[in-house]
Structure formats: C-alpha cells, structure tokens
Nanobody
Framework: QVQLVESGGGLVQAGGSLRLSCAAS????????LGWYRQAPGKQRELVSA???????NYADSVKGRFTVSRDNAKNTVYLQMNSLKPEDTAVYYC?????????WGQGTQVTVSS
C-alpha cells in the first residue's frame, strides 16, 4: 500500500509564501507523474500544476509565474512552492501521484490567504 501525507498548509497574508509537501511511503518504486489540485468552497476541484515522469511541467494560468512544482526522488516527496499568494488561492490543496500506473491522493491541506 501507498500512503501520502501532505503538509505545509496554513494561514498567510496576501503576498506571502507557503511550500506544500507530499511525502509518499509504503510500497513505492518511485513516483511517476504527479499533480497538485485545489478545491475552493462551492467549486470543483481544479488542476493547479502537474509534472510528468520526465520532469515536464505545466501550470494553470492563474498560478503561472507564482507557483513551482518540484520533486525529490530520493525522498519520494513532491512539493508545491507558492509565492505571491492571493486571497483567491484559498482552497484545500491535494497532491495526486502515480506509482506504477496507479493513482493516489493525499488527504488535503488547507491554504487560507487573507487580504
């Protein structure tokens, strides 16, 4: 079994930064593709950023230039660095990783940006 544990969320003022982490443990042979999603109250879950197993990345237009996705293969951990945060970034953030063709979700971490 694979477990994902997210951390790094919290309350921050607009313009501030947070770094989310998503650590995978269990029967892991390496993380393949990964993504970060978010869901604000009353809204659908949306893709924020993704990274393929070759390292190619993409970002939602709303976060381009502010968010950066990365991974540490040695630690089986993925990150989302979020800078210049805005109140509209407030949401629960979820990591999603693919390991040997199966997808797994983190438990979610709350990010709240105050104006």
């Amino acid at each position: 079994q694979v477990q994902l544990v997210e951390s790094g969320g919290g309350l921050v003022q607009a313009g501030g930064s947070l770094r989310l982490s998503c650590a995978a443990s269990g029967s892991i042979f390496g993380i393949n593709a990964l993504g970060w999603y978010r869901q604000a109250p009353g809204k659908q879950r949306e893709l924020v950023s993704a990274m393929t197993d070759s390292g190619a990345t993409n970002y939602a237009d709303s976060v381009k230039g502010r968010f950066t996705v990365s991974r540490d293969n040695a630690k089986n951990t993925v990150y989302l660095q979020m800078n210049s945060l805005k109140p509209e970034d407030t949401a629960v953030y979820y990591c999603n990783v693919y390991i040997l063709g199966s997808g797994y979700w983190g438990q979610g971490t709350q990010v709240t940006v105050s104006s």
